[in-house]
Nanobody, 115 residues
């Protein structure tokens, strides 16, 4: 069993920054991929960014140049640095990890961008 706990969400003004963290614990042998997804009200969950075990990254076009994903393999932790936030970034953000053939989700953390 793997547990994921996200933190760092909150209310921020447009143009501001937030850093989300994801801490993984439990039966972790090797996290192949760590990713962040988000889901806004009335919309489908979408991939924001992912990072492989070797450090390769992918981003949604809507966040390129503004968000940075990183991971600390020694701590089984992942991070999403979000800058130049826009109201359309408002959503619940979920951490996702892939371990072998299984994937796990965190409970989500709310990010609200509003003046």
């Amino acid at each position: 069993q793997v547990q994921l706990v996200e933190s760092g969400g909150g209310l921020v003004q447009p143009g501001g920054s937030l850093r989300l963290s994801c801490a993984a614990s439990g039966s972790i042998f090797s996290i192949r991929v760590m990713a962040w997804y988000r889901q806004a009200p009335g919309k489908q969950r979408e991939l924001v960014a992912r990072i492989g075990s070797g450090g390769s990254t992918n981003y949604a076009d809507s966040v390129k140049g503004r968000f940075t994903i990183s991971r600390d393999n020694g701590k089984n932790a992942g991070y999403l640095q979000m800058s130049s936030l826009k109201p359309e970034d408002t959503a619940v953000y979920y951490c996702n990890v892939q371990i072998t053939l299984l994937e796990y989700w965190g409970q989500g953390t709310q990010v609200t961008v509003s003046s």
